[in-house]
């Protein structure tokens, strides 16, 4: 059983399906399956992307290293809507960023993040890798390696990673187990070279699973095969 996770999650899931902004019943959705393993005092931070509000190629016009900072901004106006979620459910979390100041954001440091952990609080990580040119998988795969996690959990709608999009292709194939190697050379897409680059260098496997399937996320973390394992090809 995982006793310290970090959880990715798409700006997606806070709009639902093909719509763009805030959905409190999206918020609702995810509360519910984080509430469902914290009794198991598992240790748990989150990256969420901000795909809800705007994507790169919107933006283009203004230039990457601008648009990536306007999204970077996107992660942390998500994380405190999350954050505001999780409080109004009991969940005593904090969001924790480089890049902000505002009031109801604490700075990132080490000892921050130890200290939540220790008073039982969820970890909100926004504002990206505090540089622009990365994506928030690799955001995710950083914080991961820094808080010690011994698993990336990418929460998806999908139930894990296939060789092509199983909605458009009957004869993808869904693999149970990948090694890092494989899955830069097949080129999924359901993370960026760089975050597997990161992971596999300091042992962190990933896990693609579908969030959206209540109780997945407490039965991954109970130990039952959820999903799809990525992993350095030396253990799992």
Do not use: W
């Amino acid at each position: 059983m995982y006793k310290r996770v970090l959880l990715k999650l798409s700006g997606e899931v806070l709009s639902g399906e093909g719509k763009k902004g805030l959905d409190s019943s999206m918020g609702d959705v995810i509360v519910d399956e984080i509430s469902k393993v914290l009794e198991m005092k598992i240790k748990i931070g989150i990256v969420i992307g901000a795909g809800n509000l705007f994507r790169g190629e919107e933006l283009s016009y203004v230039g990457s290293i601008n648009a990536d900072q306007i999204g970077m901004l996107g992660t942390v106006i998500n994380s405190l809507y999350l954050l505001s979620a999780l409080k109004k459910h009991g969940i005593d979390s904090v969001v924790l960023s480089k890049i902000t100041n505002l009031p109801s954001i604490e700075n990132l440091t080490y000892d921050a993040v130890e200290r939540a952990f220790r008073e039982n609080k969820v970890v909100i990580f926004a504002g990206g890798t505090s540089n622009p040119l990365f994506t928030t998988d690799t955001a995710a795969a950083l914080r991961a390696a820094e808080m010690n996690a011994e698993v990336l959990i990418k929460g998806t709608k999908v139930d894990g990673v296939y060789s092509k999009d199983p909605k458009k292709y009957n004869d993808a194939k869904k693999f149970e187990k990948l090694t890092f190697e494989e899955a830069i050379q097949l080129n999924l897409t359901v993370m960026d070279t760089s975050a597997f680059a990161l992971c596999k260098s300091h042992s962190v496997p990933i896990i693609v699973m579908n969030f959206f399937e209540k109780g997945n996320f407490l039965k991954l973390l109970n130990g039952e095969k959820v999903g799809t394992i990525i992993f350095d090809g030396n253990t799992h």
